[in-house]
């Protein structure tokens, strides 16, 4: 039963009032697009035992969407932060560099 | 025989005598008993039987811990089966039943698989329920269900309620042992909002009995004086909750922990819950959950009388029980010692102290020998008995178990050590360590389960944390107990043969031994998790809290790796087993889930309504008259609404307003059809489909204004579909100005159906509705019977048929005003069966029926609706893909049985030849079936391989009645195929 800061109104979201979203960060790949491309965009999924970026909603609340950066065995909660965005902030990726030193996610992490 | 001394029993309250029944004859206990301690009171120690041997079992333990003592308790719709007689408090008028047992406790006819146990091996149902198949049926499952199950399930609905009780701390301490009260008091004195929690009826745990016995005070008091002053403590601070009777049962992510409180069982009747369930949420959960002893692996270690010596001396100290007239002590351990003391003490014979260890040194071994007990060092035992223990024989701890020696007694104390209550700890993951000198598993302060914020949200104290002699809690002052280190004995003797293995019990409650573990081993079954669940070790109600260590110890030395490699099961929650109603908690009967209700709910309630749930709402399946049945009721409707006035309670359809600069752009995306092109004032049947391609939902658009859209959507899809929005508006496309809001409660909606759903609307007044004014798929905004109205000229039946919305609160007032307008065309409400048949009769689709997550709208026919114009729309991509793409998809049609009958709902056609698995190949399914009514013959859509192509062919569907049904390939569409009833 995770706790999550929701970004938009502030609350701290007990899991029963949150519906879970997937993986974060995704690039929609619509028509005209490569199989390949279509098919990583619908299907292929990271599956880290280790930090991870995801979506949540917080449907019993204000309804809005948005991204937490969690640690997927320890449940270690790096952040949360607004849904519209490409990119992880900086300062929840340097958290999770303090906290795991040469962890990686697709591309981010720590290069050494 | 078990007895009550004369003296003592700190919990009793003697001149408050209570009656009780037990496998209904009468009994007699004493205020403050447990009904375990009040039969053995009584002489009984024989209380239930085990669940594969039905072997004669009493209890082994003074608590939660109990695997043996399992019986039913309280009457009727108040009984409940694998109640732990050791925890059960008694009261007035208690009734208790043995279990497992047929006809008695004391003659059992079960008892006979104790006898073939040697064909009763480990994996046992693995080995043997295995061929030939045809046996599955009338040998095996007769036969497992036969002997399957535990107790028998209670009679009637259940007659007590339950609540859950939520709670926020900032520490949650579990155990109101002394490093509990200990910890709580600290964190209480810092400022801290504490939970204090005891699964027992009193405060201080094992201290205040073993403190006693020791003779040594805390903190300069008696231990029952400091435990009082600091209950007094925490009870006086306003930060402090404390409760009894309060068990932790699991702890979960982020500081959520459970907990299970028993308040009415000792009074049942009582208006109150009978059980609590806490949902707390903590900063910090402190586990003082101490320690359980274990049992030793000994011949016969499971005859009545067998128990753990700290269970014996709970029931001499707190409840002046001794399970004999003489007990044996039989241990690897200094603590099994203060039983002998405390036996002594109360009066009762110890023939001896038997223990592993070749010496025995320390205070403890003094203070025996100095009362005149015998020690025998470098032994080990095996018990003899039937029902209860008769006589030990002592034998060399390291040889082959030949006796040197017997002592006759009634009951053997034993204790194989101590292990810390780690499952709190480790139900999110906290790890364990290995205590080679004590022979435990303890918790790891560096490696606890971590909360949000990466900081260990559970910390062990105590002798849950493998402090057993409370050396690091200040409350000694300088006394140390000074115990002579413990011998681990994982069998007794160390070179027993076959024979004693098979009779040296792990786990009682499965009747799991030693020589099944080895089996398993040597059998491949090395992994803990595989030996666990190959031979049930652990698997019974008590979840092996005596037997894992044991048995991994045993399967440890069996495939020759350390006991750390071997490492533990997964603890899980909950802690002991709670009752469901404590799980439902308030969520039963009316209030199990909400009720949704459209505005004209209760008329349909009082008019017949056979209901049927979609979603959270109810619906009217058909509303039934007098003497009437269902299939009789929907043919009236439909066929009142095809020749006259049919009405629809449509509110529970979803209505989602999409509004502002860049709607049309967004409805574009949203649906298959061009939506942008649709002109104020105008109507249009959309199709959504999922990123993937499937055709998802399914409605009528209404274009209210240049910026706003109505989208009307399938009654179960209405939230899916709002939430389904936002995520594509906040997440993908969120630099568009558009807003959407889910109004379907806001509308009360209802269809008006028939060749005289227009004259009906006309005699209400209000708006022009001739269609001149209103033509199909056009909709106004006025006034119906002088109610604020929008009507859609849509139409789901194929007949002329008006959708008229009004304010919620008006809804019931317009139905009322439709039927009397009605009257004189002799108007019929109808209810979904209705609705299924007129739009079935059409060859209109419905979502879930002929959809299912794995069709696209081209399965349908429906290319029309799907925009080529568009260059996206959530699907397109989806759609493009070669499977989606494949000829061979199976397509829609309709089917029209031969003998004019019903086709079988979810029927298979099948086609030529058998695939892998020797099933028939098929080639279509039906999607809709139905009795039409208005053609009087059986209708049916399905999608079928090349079914366009097909028409006249016919299918073959077998049903599960054996019968084959034979089917027309048709047009899907049965009735007005030229549309001319609807366009008048």
Redesign the interface.
């Known amino acids: ?4 800061d929701c970004p938009y109104c502030g609350a701290t979201c ?2 029963t009032e949150l ?1 879970a ?1 997937g993986e974060a960060h995704l690039t ?6 490569e ?1 390949v491309d ?1 098919e990583t965009y ?1 299907f292929m999924r990271e599956n880290p035992k280790g930090p991870h970026f995801e ?1 949540w ?1 917080h ?1 019993a609340g204000c ?3 948005f991204h937490a950066a969690r ?1 997927t ?5 790096f952040g949360t932060y607004p ?2 965005t490409v990119e992880p902030p900086q300062e929840i990726l340097d958290r999770i560099s303090e ?1 795991h030193p040469g962890w990686s996610w697709r591309s981010y992490g720590d290069r050494t | 025989m078990s007895h009550r001394l004369p003296t003592g029993g700190r919990r009793l309250t003697r001149s408050r005598r209570l009656n009780f029944t037990f496998d209904g004859k009468a009994r007699e206990g004493v205020q403050g008993d447990t009904l375990a301690s009040a039969l053995m009171a009584g002489g009984q120690v024989l209380m239930g039987r085990s669940f594969k041997y039905h072997r004669p079992r009493g209890p082994v333990s003074a608590g939660h811990e109990e695997p043996n003592a399992l019986v039913g308790i309280g009457q009727g719709s108040r009984f409940e089966p694998n109640q732990r007689a050791t925890a059960a408090v008694l009261h007035e008028g208690m009734t208790a039943v043995s279990q497992n047992r047929f006809p008695t406790l004391e003659n059992d006819i079960g008892a006979v698989n104790a006898k073939l146990s040697r064909f009763l091996p480990a994996g046992f149902y693995y080995k043997t329920f295995l061929w030939p198949a045809s046996f599955w049926k009338s040998v095996y499952e007769p036969f497992i269900r036969q002997s399957a199950g535990l107790g028998r399930p209670p009679e009637g609905e259940d007659a007590d309620r339950y609540e859950h009780f939520h709670f926020h701390c900032d520490v949650a301490v579990v155990g109101g042992g002394v490093a509990g009260i200990e910890a709580a008091l600290n964190a209480a004195r810092e400022g801290k909002r504490v939970l204090l929690m005891e699964q027992d009826r009193v405060w201080g745990g094992r201290t205040i009995t073993d403190a006693g016995i020791d003779g040594i005070e805390l903190g300069g008091q008696s231990p029952e004086a400091w435990v009082e002053d600091r209950i007094a403590e925490l009870a006086a601070m306003e930060n402090v909750t404390l409760r009894l009777n309060l068990q932790g049962s699991g702890v979960y992510d982020h500081g959520y922990l459970t907990a299970y409180e028993w308040v009415t069982d000792d009074r049942p009747g009582a208006d109150a819950p009978r059980h609590r369930l806490w949902r707390i949420r903590t900063g910090l959960i402190v586990t003082a959950t101490g320690a359980i002893e274990r049992p030793l692996p000994f011949a016969g270690n499971d005859i009545p009388g067998v128990m753990l010596a700290s269970a014996v001396r709970d029931y001499v100290c707190d409840y002046a029980v001794s399970p004999g007239k003489r007990v044996v002590v039989v241990t690897n351990n200094d603590d099994a010692y203060r039983t002998a003391l405390a036996l002594h003490g109360a009066g009762v014979e110890v023939p001896a102290v038997v223990d592993a260890r070749p010496e025995v040194k320390g205070p403890l071994a003094a203070r025996v020998r100095d009362a005149g007990i015998e020690i025998l060092t470098a032994s080990g035992i095996k018990a003899l008995g039937g029902k209860k223990v008769s006589e030990v024989k002592v034998c060399d701890i390291d040889g082959d178990g030949t006796p040197t020696r017997t002592l006759r007694c009634a009951a053997v104390a034993m204790s194989g050590g101590w292990s810390p209550v780690p499952h709190l700890w480790s139900h999110c993951g906290g790890k364990l360590l290995w205590d080679e000198e004590r022979a435990f598993f303890y918790p790891d302060p560096d490696r606890p389960p971590l909360g949000a914020d990466g900081k260990g949200m559970v910390a062990a104290v105590g002798a849950a944390a493998g402090d057993l002699t409370l050396s690091e809690s200040g409350v000694l002052g300088q006394v140390t107990l000074n115990e002579h280190a413990m011998r681990p004995v994982w069998i007794m003797p160390t070179g027993a043969g076959p024979e004693l293995r098979s009779k040296m019990f792990l786990d009682y409650q499965n009747d799991v031994k030693v020589s099944d573990v080895q089996l398993a081993a040597r059998e491949g079954f090395v992994s803990v998790e595989h030996a666990k669940r190959y031979t049930t070790l652990g698997m019974a109600t008590d979840q092996g809290k005596l037997s894992n260590i044991n048995g991994l110890a045993v399967l440890a030395g069996e495939v020759g790796s350390p006991i750390p490699q071997v490492g533990t099961t997964t603890f899980r929650p909950p802690y002991v087993p709670i009752s469901m109603g404590a799980i439902a908690g308030e969520a039963r009967g009316k209030i199990f889930q909400p009720l949704r209700r459209t505005p004209i709910h209760d008329w349909h309630e009082a008019n017949g309504a056979d209901w049927e749930p979609v979603g959270h709402w109810r619906r009217p399946y058909t509303y039934l008259k007098e003497g009437e049945d269902r299939e009789a009721a929907v043919n009236r409707e439909v066929k009142n609404a095809r020749e006259s006035l049919g009405l629809l309670d449509a509110s529970t359809l979803g209505k989602i307003i999409v509004k502002g600069p860049d709607a049309g752009r967004f409805m574009d995306l949203l649906y298959t059809n061009m939506m942008s092109t649709l002109k104020v004032g105008r109507c249009r049947y959309g199709l959504m489909c999922s990123e993937n391609g499937f055709l998802m939902d399914d409605g009528v658009v209404a274009r209210l204004s240049d910026d706003t859209f109505l989208c009307h959507t399938t009654t179960g899809g209405a939230d899916r579909i709002h939430a389904h929005m936002e995520e594509w508006l906040q997440t993908e496309w969120w630099d568009m100005k558009v807003y959407t809001s889910n109004v379907t409660e806001q509308w009360a909606q209802i269809a008006v159906v028939g060749p005289n759903a227009r004259k009906t609307l006309e005699k209400l007044g209000g708006m022009d509705v001739s269609k001149e004014a209103m033509a199909f798929m056009d909709w106004a905004d006025g006034q119906i019977a002088g109610i604020p109205a929008r009507v859609f000229r849509i139409s789901f039946s194929g007949e002329l048929s008006f959708e008229v919305a009004v304010p919620a609160n008006r809804g019931r007032e317009l139905w009322e005003k439709l039927l009397s307008a009605g009257e004189e065309f002799g108007v019929t409400p109808y209810g979904t069966e209705g609705l299924h048949v007129l739009r079935a009769e059409k060859g209109f689709i419905m979502i879930g029926d002929e959809s299912d997550g794995t069709v696209i709208p081209q399965d349908l026919n429906m290319q029309w609706a799907i925009s080529k114009k568009k260059e996206d729309f959530i699907g397109k991509r989806g759609q493009e893909r070669i499977h989606m793409t494949d000829p061979k998809r199976w397509t829609l049609v309709g089917l029209q049985t031969l003998d004019g009958g019903k086709l079988p709902d979810g029927a298979y056609a099948v086609a030529e030849g058998t695939n892998a698995n020797g099933q028939r190949n098929t080639q279509g399914r039906v999607t809709s079936t139905y009795h039409s009514p208005t053609l009087g013959h059986g209708i049916a859509m399905g999608l079928v391989l090349n079914g366009p192509d097909r028409m006249g062919e016919v299918l073959e569907f077998p049903g599960t009645d054996g019968r084959v049904y034979k089917a027309r390939i048709v047009d899907p569409v049965f009735y007005d195929k030229e549309g001319t009833k609807q366009d008048v």
């Open positions: 039963m995770l706790i999550l007990d899991e519906t979203g929609r790949h619509g028509p005209g697009s199989d279509f619908l979506r909603r449907a309804g809005k969407w640690h065995v320890t449940m270690q909660v849904a519209q906290a």
